[in-house]
């Protein structure tokens, strides 16, 4: 029987690299990740993935930090997730005109003029800056407090302010250059409505 320092055959690493660091902090490694996605089966795809990268990666070389660099490459995923995920909403976004949906209440006019500003909408967040563009995401989207948005993010709270502010500037620049009332923040809650 081979010790935990012994490599297996084909030179893979053992239990004791990243394969034990993995087993012994990955429930760690489910509540760092749930801070970034709220989804369980996400969050359990983001960690199998987590390992397979770095297993992949200690394979291939030599890794200093290895926990740090677990950490790190589990929130690199979730990052990369979200920014799929706002690319899915936007994307969706972009096809409602192509639905068709009977409210009674609401002209055909009023729904077309609805969906058109929200679409519109959605792509005024789409071109924000990446970093923005995920601080207004988690903030609109999500309902994430400032403070839980820091703590993902890893940037100050201030910060997220700031994107926060220049993402509802942004927005409301792009919605006026379309022909929209300057009212950017509150088109998404119209749209949704009709």
Excluded: W
């Excluded at 500003?117 to 924000?128: E, G, K, N, T």
């Excluded at 563009?133 to 940037?155: A, D, T």
């Amino acid at each position: 029987m081979a010790d935990a320092t012994d490599k297996k055959p084909g030179g893979a690493p053992a239990v004791d690299g990243i394969s034990g660091l993995f087993l012994k902090h990955r429930s760690a490694l489910m509540r760092y990740i749930s801070r970034f996605i709220r989804q369980p089966q996400d969050i359990e795809d983001i960690v199998h993935e987590t390992f397979l990268r770095t297993y992949a990666a200690e394979i291939n070389t030599q890794i200093r930090s290895p926990r740090a660099f677990l950490f790190k490459t589990a929130k690199n995923l979730a990052l990369n997730h979200l920014d799929k995920c706002s690319t899915r909403l936007t994307d969706y976004m972009g096809d409602l005109d192509t639905l068709q949906v009977s409210v009674d209440t609401i002209s055909t006019e009023a729904r077309a003029e609805s969906q058109e500003r929200f679409i519109a909408f959605c792509r005024a967040v789409r071109r924000l800056p990446l970093q923005c563009r995920r601080v207004f995401i988690l903030r609109k989207v999500y309902g994430l407090s400032h403070k839980e948005i820091s703590e993902q993010l890893n940037i100050s709270v201030s910060t997220v302010e700031k994107h926060l502010a220049s993402g509802i500037i942004k927005c409301q620049d792009y919605m006026r250059s379309r022909g929209y009332d300057s009212n950017a923040s509150t088109t998404a809650g119209k749209a949704r409505q009709g």
